[in-house]
């Protein structure tokens, strides 16, 4: 380890008392200082993307300075950069030495200059287990007080896996540092947590801050109280100031499925209006959709660059160990008995969302309640048998990585070297995204396949993401292409 790192570790032994092992592990492992310029007082801190980069600059820039400031009696100018920026140090993070060394102790170890650099040349690690984490308060929450939170939703019981392990990292950030990330918008497919992550944000925030005003709501009820505020008929000539008053005094406000407000424009021009009001004055908003905010059709330009200006993040289908965990979770709940190979066979077979995870489980406890009988791989069976009509083809890496070989017209060979020509690092970058897509394999999984990095594979799938959105090269048709071949194999 260079003595950069060494800075780094002093720094993060002091950011390791301050925050939970799951925010530190999120967003402090996978960065590091690239560059150290004593001469001029400068530090470089690169993340893995752009989302931790900006994270760690809007909320810890002032911790890392006073930090490097007690350990070195430097006042520090800090940098902010990530890997997408760094494409050199993609393969290998490691820094080489440099002349930081004689630096350092012509500088500040001559003679009896007590600046605090001995601990930093001196040390070789520091050991996080010494270090106790601080005790939370917890206050009762008031159950006669934002009454649109769902109080089952916690996160308690947010079951955390690689689909949602950002998003429940990033909601867990917006509760220690409301207004800060704004908006959060959370998107994902049917059924994988995106609510209950909403409710337990509300839940948290709450019981952090008992005086909170919080909204928690569907884009339909939002939709229905404006309809409602600007009827000609109505007897109440107020409830317009009203409606007002209620979403713009509050502390968050939290919408679910603001698709919804997909082609209403008198409800969209109100809920810009809003949105500015609450943004202006650092109140935390966070939206849930089905989509990102790039394909929300029927939404007015101002505001989709608006949820766009946010941290966004996503929410995928739950991968097997975290199906398998789900399970674990709902068959405790349920006081179900259920062995693990019946618990295996169901997230082996359901693969779709949680919901149906559930259902499968809801079924399985009214029959066991009814009939008296353990719970059997049988019963499973013929349960997930009526319940799943079709299955889809499963789609296996192999067969991407050879569909990907054969519409390219290269060798599998190539495919998985680590050659960089140009006509071989594209048709690369698209079996890696499509593993990542298609697949239930990890980044760690995807880049053993490849013989990459983790960083190196998430590089490359941004890099596919950024062409899709632009469309590049054609890119669109080209993925859709590959599916087809795949779905028809």
Known sequence: MNNNNYLWEIVLSDIKKEVSDQVFNTWFTNSF???????????????????????????????????????????????????????????????????????????????????????????PSFIFEDYKEPEM????????????????????????????????????????????????FIYGGVGLGKTHLLHAIGNELEKNNPDFNIECVSSEKFINEFVQSIRSNSKDQNLDEKFRNKYRNVDALLIDDIQFLADKKETQNTFFHTFNELHMNDKQIVLVSDRP??????????????????????????????????????????????????????????????????????????????????????????????????????????DIINTTSDFFKISIDDILSSKRNKELVYPRMIAMYLCRELTDLSLPAIGKLFNKDHSSIFYSINKVSTFLNENENNIV????????KLNNK
């Not at 006042?75 to 350092?104: L, M």
């Not at 206050?139 to 950002?166: A, Q, S």
């Not at 048709?477 to 087809?484: M, V």
């Open 33 to 123: 200082i690239d560059k150290v310029d004593f001469n001029n007082k400068k530090i470089t801190i690169i993340s893995e993307n752009i989302l931790i980069s900006d994270y760690l600059k809007s909320v810890f820039d002032q911790k890392f300075k006073t930090s490097l400031k007690n350990n070195t009696s430097i006042d520090f100018n800090i940098e902010y950069s990530y890997i997408g920026e760094n494409k050199s140090i993609i393969e290998d993070k490691k820094i080489p030495e440099t002349s930081t060394n004689s630096f350092i102790n012509e500088k500040f170890l001559a003679k009896d200059k007590p600046s605090g650099m001995q601990n930093f040349t001196k040390q």
């Open 293 to 398: 905010p790039s394909q929300l059709d029927g939404l007015e330009d101002r505001l989709v660059s608006r949820f766009d200006s946010g941290v966004i993040s996503d929410i995928t289908p739950p991968d097997y160990e975290t199906r398998f965990a789900i399970i674990s979770f709902k068959c405790e709940k349920y006081q179900l008995k259920v062995d693990d190979n019946i618990i295996s066979y169901i997230a082996g077979n359901i693969t779709g969302n949680i919901r149906e995870l559930e259902g499968v489980l809801k079924e399985i406890d009214i029959i066991t309640k009814r009939t008296n009988k353990p719970v059997t791989i049988h019963m499973a069976e013929d349960i997930i048998k009526r319940r799943v009509k079709s299955s889809k083809k499963k789609i296996v890496p192999d």
């Open 137 to 184: 308060k917890t206050v009762p929450l008031k159950n006669n007080k934002n009454k649109g939170l769902n109080r089952n939703f916690t996160f308690d019981n947010f079951v955390i896996g690689e689909g949602n392990n950002l998003a429940y990292n990033v909601a867990l950030s917006v509760v220690e540092y409301p207004g800060v990330h704004n908006p959060f």
């Open 477 to 484: 048709d080209t993925i859709e292409n590959i599916k087809e």
